[in-house]
């Protein structure tokens, strides 16, 4: 690694809190001790970071903690869905800290959600004892390949075309990134499997987000596939023969999320006498075993596997995870599993790893720790 990129890399990693002492950042990068410390000392020389008055524990010795030059140890990583959001801050021990529940209304846009999941930053900030450096968000619709702009996003009215770095420049002057949610919860993935024993990594998979709606996202070793106009991955209006005639909130019919989302599922037990208001009384019903909503579920996942099954005979990934709401309960993972096997072939099935998502509910939390926010530049604004 040439100087400049080892300094950028220590540097994310201490803004970023995934790490904030010089061993820390040995054992996170597998550099030589040498070789962080003259980084570090570069660093500090130049004024970028510096070495706070406390020393922290690691394991035995203790070593000086060591923050940006603007006292910033931490990185606000959040998830936003159209009625709640998931907040939480980078740690350097466990990665991300816990995440809590936060009551939103997308639709309100920017302005209004900024200041309520600005509210609840400041209140982890001060729980934890540290200063938030820059904000993460993952959003549920499309993102621009720079990671700035929403860009015609349904589920998301008022939010079309901004520029969220910006606008949470405006609001808070933190630097910050935004990511599509299932692409947030594909990095995710990747990054979290890495931190577990006895767990193989997976860096090219096909992860699905499926809870109200259903979303995806395509990782190729590492990255997510951005596509033209940062609308790769998108599932949820693949047209599937078991749902022809159903009208689709996109306006056509006989899309995929017509028949396999969690609402589309409510709908159909609705219909048959069997009424859930919302989605978390249908997920505490399967868990109850409640026999015609497992069976429903099981069906949902193998519409959605037989989907996916294209694309797996395509694209022969390493792994199709199932994220979101609906992958908590088996049956769904089940018919995911049991669809592929049905439509690949064995060759391709032998190695491939189909999964409920390891990280959860915090999927997406988990890509965001990876990223770094850019400070908004004057020629960057528009
Ligand atoms: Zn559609």
Not at 196 to 220: H, R
Not at 324 to 348: E, M, T, Y
């Amino acid at each position: 690694m040439a100087t400049h990129d080892v300094d950028e890399a220590i540097l994310t990693l201490i803004g970023s809190g995934q790490a904030d002492t010089r061993p820390a950042i040995v054992k996170q990068t597998g550099l030589a001790a040498s070789t962080v410390s003259a980084a570090v000392s570069r660093l500090v020389e130049a004024g970028v970071i510096a070495e706070a008055d406390e020393s922290v524990s690691t394991g035995g010795r203790r070593a000086r903690r060591l923050v940006t030059s603007e006292g910033a140890g931490a990185l606000a990583l959040v998830e936003l869905g159209a009625h709640h959001g998931l907040v939480a801050l980078t740690n350097p021990t466990r990665g991300i800290g816990r995440a809590t529940s936060l009551l939103i209304d997308i639709a309100k846009g920017p302005e209004a959600v900024l200041a309520a999941v600005m509210e609840e930053i400041s209140r982890q900030e001060k729980a934890a004892g540290v200063r938030v450096g820059g904000l993460a968000l993952a959003v549920p619709g499309p993102v621009d390949a720079e990671r700035t702009r929403v860009i015609r996003p349904a589920r998301m009215p008022g939010w079309d075309g901004i520029n969220v770095a910006e606008a949470v420049a405006q609001q808070c002057g933190l630097p910050a990134i935004i990511e599509n949610d299932a692409r947030a919860g594909a990095i995710g993935e990747s990054v979290y499997r890495r931190r577990l024993e006895g767990v193989t990594p997976i860096d090219t998979l096909i992860y699905i987000k499926a809870g109200s709606a259903i979303g995806g996202a395509y990782l190729v070793d590492g990255t997510p596939l951005v596509g033209q106009g940062g609308l790769a991955g998108d599932i949820s209006h693949i047209p599937i023969e078991a749902a022809a005639g159903r009208p689709c909130k996109c306006g056509n019919v006989g899309c995929l999320e017509t028949i396999a989302s969690a609402d589309s599922i409510r709908a159909d037990l609705a219909a048959s006498g069997l009424v859930y208001e919302n989605n978390a009384q249908l997920l505490a019903a399967a868990r109850g075993g409640v026999p015609e909503v497992a069976t429903a579920i099981r069906q949902a996942g193998t519409l959605l596997g037989l989907s996916v099954a294209h694309l797996v005979s395509f694209l022969a990934p390493q792994g199709v995870i199932v994220g979101g709401a609906l992958s908590a309960v088996d049956a769904f993972s089940a018919g995911v599993r049991a669809a592929l096997h049905q439509s690949c072939l064995p060759s391709i099935m032998e190695d491939l790893v189909i999964e409920s998502s390891r990280s959860g509910r915090d999927a997406a939390l988990w890509g965001l720790s990876s990223l770094t926010p850019h400070k908004i530049s004057k020629e960057n604004r528009s």
